[in-house]
């Protein structure tokens, strides 16, 4: 869950080469942007290149091309037509994430430093799994047909943020957004044909909802550059394709395709028109495209016991250049339009799994996820750069029917420097915050699966 928001270069006025623009519009903007993290993925307003299924997240979610549980409904549904018995699938992922952040300068009691205090958030964030899958077989998966049903319901993206007010004034920085969450929760009804025994195709429809009191869209603002408050909720819908195709006894080859999913978010909340004024009642209506993607991936059994696995994803974050929400009062519209300057991204995926004959496996993965975020629009509430992540962890079969899989991973990644360069570039083209930041993120998943 999470996302944040960006501050644009005019709402910063505690360095000195900053103006600072009272337009109480700019909160709601700032609102707008808190729906738009790229990558986020997935947990805490930080973009993760692993999720959902601790299968997925040990062998570095390299998932597209193998996809044998209920939670090929997101990864390749495809591949629900490999599962023979009927499967019910439960999981919790406990995401621990934290950003650093240090200003290149800052006004700290109003005097002007190059040396500032690092600004920390973290939290501590339970994602729940579900998944069910059947082809219709009798008992041990016998007579199974060639159209098989799944569904699944997790969080595929979104975050929650918590500044400390004190910390960001001890740091000279404005308060300005102090809360923010959007989660984006899928429901997600999935079939698939195995055509024949080298190839299957699959359909998911994704219902994206933000809201049910557990999802809703929240911001809390404080003087920076006015107070506010604003929530909403909304829903939307989208749809996956999947094909899995078998050229070789040893190697199976996925392809996945998702498609955009916008969601139409409403709501209410208080804001002053005017500096200084006492803040009214005022609704919005914001639609968000969370982007494509599409993924191809292979895996392949190389030695008895021994599979391969790796996947490469593209993310069409580009197709967000500008958010435009609007308000029941329409002056506030022109000033509400925000420009974005988000790239495409990519994540590469690889992972071994090694089954211990049938009582168990152990997994272990890597992933690579570039940034989407440029220097010029990256802000202490969402840390996004070059992730590398490690992962691993294992499976043990308890008598014939449950399967417990057990899966962690860390992330690693270098201090990302973004310059000052307001001197040297156009107003409009400088980097909106200047400074230090990196991140932090641990995860572990524990997911069940039952087989009837």
Same mark, same amino acid.
């Given at each position: ?6 501050? #644009?270069?005019?709402?910063?006025? #505690? ?31 930080? !973009? ?21 549980? @209920? ?17 019910? /699938?439960? *999981? ?36 729940? +799994? ?41 740091? !000279? ?15 997600? @009804? ?87 004024? #006492? ?24 030695? @008895? ?30 000033? *509400? ?44 509430? /969402? ?5 590398? #992540? ?56 524990? +997911? ?5």
């Amino acid at each position: 869950m999470r996302a944040p928001t960006r501050p #644009t270069r005019s709402t910063r006025s #505690t360095r000195p080469t900053r103006s600072t623009r009272s337009r109480p519009t700019r909160a709601v903007g700032l609102a707008a942007l808190m729906l738009l993290a790229p990558g986020l993925a997935r947990a805490g307003a930080f !973009g993760r290149p692993n999720q959902i299924d601790a299968r997925a997240v040990g062998v570095g979610g390299a998932f597209t091309g193998l996809a044998d549980d @209920p939670t090929a409904v997101w990864f390749n549904p495809a591949g629900l037509a490999q599962i023979r018995e009927t499967t019910l /699938l439960a *999981g919790l992922e406990l995401v621990s994430v934290g950003f650093h952040y240090t200003p290149s300068t800052c006004s700290p009691g109003g005097m002007t430093s190059t040396s500032c205090p690092e600004i920390n958030m973290s939290e501590l964030l339970p994602l729940p +799994t579900l998944g069910f899958s059947t082809r219709f077989a009798s008992r041990g998966g016998h007579d199974a047909s060639r159209l098989a049903l799944g569904f699944g319901s997790f969080v595929t993206m979104g975050g929650v943020v918590d500044f400390d007010q004190a910390a960001l004034v001890n740091a !000279g920085e404005q308060r300005g957004i102090i809360h923010a969450q959007v989660a984006l929760y899928e429901m997600v @009804p999935s079939l698939a044909y195995k055509v024949n025994d080298a190839l299957a195709v699959g359909l998911s429809l994704r219902a994206g909802v933000m809201g049910l009191g557990l999802t809703n869209f929240e911001l809390r603002q404080l003087a920076h550059p006015v107070d506010a408050e604003l929530s909403g909720s909304g829903a939307g819908f989208g749809f996956g394709l999947g094909v899995l195709v078998r050229p070789l006894s040893w190697l199976q080859v996925g392809a996945n395709y998702r498609s955009r999913l916008s969601v139409t978010v409403t709501g209410d909340g208080t804001i002053p028109l005017t500096q200084g004024a #006492t803040p009214q009642r005022v609704g919005f209506t914001l639609t968000v495209p969370w982007p494509q993607a599409f993924s191809v991936g292979a895996a392949a059994t190389l030695a @008895p016991g021994l599979r391969l696995l790796s996947s490469v994803d593209w993310t069409d974050w580009s197709s967000f250049d500008a958010l435009a929400p609007q308000f029941s009062d329409p002056n506030l519209n022109a000033n *509400g339009r925000l420009l974005l300057d988000y790239r495409d991204s990519y994540t590469v995926h690889a992972g071994a799994e090694y089954a211990l004959g049938e009582a168990g496996a152990v997994r272990a993965g890597y992933a690579f996820d570039s940034a989407a975020i440029p220097d010029r629009t990256l802000d202490r509430q /969402l840390q996004d750069g070059p992730r590398h #992540t490690v992962g691993g962890g294992g499976g043990l079969r308890l008598g014939g029917r449950i399967w417990i899989d057990l899966a962690g991973e860390l992330f690693f990644g270098s201090t990302r420097v973004v310059l000052d360069n307001s001197m040297s570039v156009p107003r409009y083209q400088a980097n909106t915050a200047p400074g230090r930041y990196s991140a932090t993120l641990i995860s572990v998943e524990l +997911t069940g699966r039952y087989q009837f």
